[in-house]
T-cell receptor
Framework: DGGITQSPKYLFRKEGQNVTLSCEQN?????MYWYRQDPGQGLRLIYY???????QKGDIAEGYSVSREKKESFPLTVTSAQKNPTAFYLC?????????????FGDGTRLSIL | SQQGEEDPQALSIQEGENATMNCSYK?????LQWYRQNSGRGLVHLIL?????REKHSGRLRVTLDTSKKSSSLLITASRAADTASYFC?????????FGQGTELSVKP
């Protein structure tokens, strides 16, 4: 079964700590995305990648970093510079960028501050 | 930047009734998508409607698009308790999808 796997499901961060959220897809999609979802709000784009070794900032990239060394993988690091990291983080992929393709989502990672 | 605005924010109906959710947007689009999100889960793509289409059906779902009014609606007919979820519209902007804040649908058995 093709899909997107996010891990861990729950993650806790201490003050001053960087944490990395994993996202893996086996859909052979070129484009991958990271979104942040806060209660009662829609999704906000953090970073996206159109192809391997390339990525662009979204609307709320400050305090986050990404890498795209493999087509299947797009990990997100929440750095200590992100002062309000508590949120639900969603990873998605699509065959290509451009907004005209459906996006496939993982089941999210819920990040909280200890 | 939030492009789509869903209305209502929350909707509660009885099983068997129809549910209608609306989405308004501000700038020209090439297409509009609807997604469903069950509590604590990721989003699931429901339907994509292109700017040159006015109506699209998928099972019990019917989506309309009025580009002159910059609005779309999602109709779920004969609702079931399993339809309880949040529903989001998303529009393409500069190669990215911009999501609205969603409509929370509760279908009571």
């Amino acid at each position: 079964d093709g899909g997107i796997t996010q891990s861990p499901k729950y993650l806790f961060r201490k003050e001053g700590q960087n944490v990395t959220l994993s996202c893996e897809q086996n859909l052979n999609h070129d484009a991958m995305y990271w979104y942040r979802q806060d209660p009662g709000q829609g999704l906000r784009l953090i970073y996206y990648s159109q192809i391997v070794n390339d990525f662009q900032k979204g609307d709320i990239a400050e305090g986050y970093s990404v890498s795209r060394e493999k087509k299947e993988s797009f990990p997100l690091t929440v750095t200590s510079a992100q002062k309000n990291p508590t949120a639900f983080y969603l990873c998605a992929s699509s065959a290509e960028t451009g907004g005209h393709q459906p996006q496939h989502f993982g089941d999210g990672t819920r990040l909280s501050i200890l | 930047s939030q492009q789509g605005e869903e209305d209502p924010q929350a909707l509660s109906i009885q099983e068997g009734e129809n549910a209608t959710m609306n989405c308004s947007y501000k700038t020209s689009i090439n297409n509009l998508q609807w997604y469903r999100q069950n509590s604590g889960r990721g989003l699931v793509h429901l339907i994509l409607i292109r700017s040159n289409e006015r109506e699209k059906h998928s099972g019990r779902l019917r989506v309309t698009l009025d580009t002159s009014k910059k609005s779309s609606s999602l109709l779920i007919t004969a609702s079931r308790a399993a339809d309880t979820a949040s529903y989001f519209c998303a529009t393409d902007q500069g190669g990215k999808l911009i999501f609205g804040q969603g409509t929370e649908l509760s279908v009571k058995p």
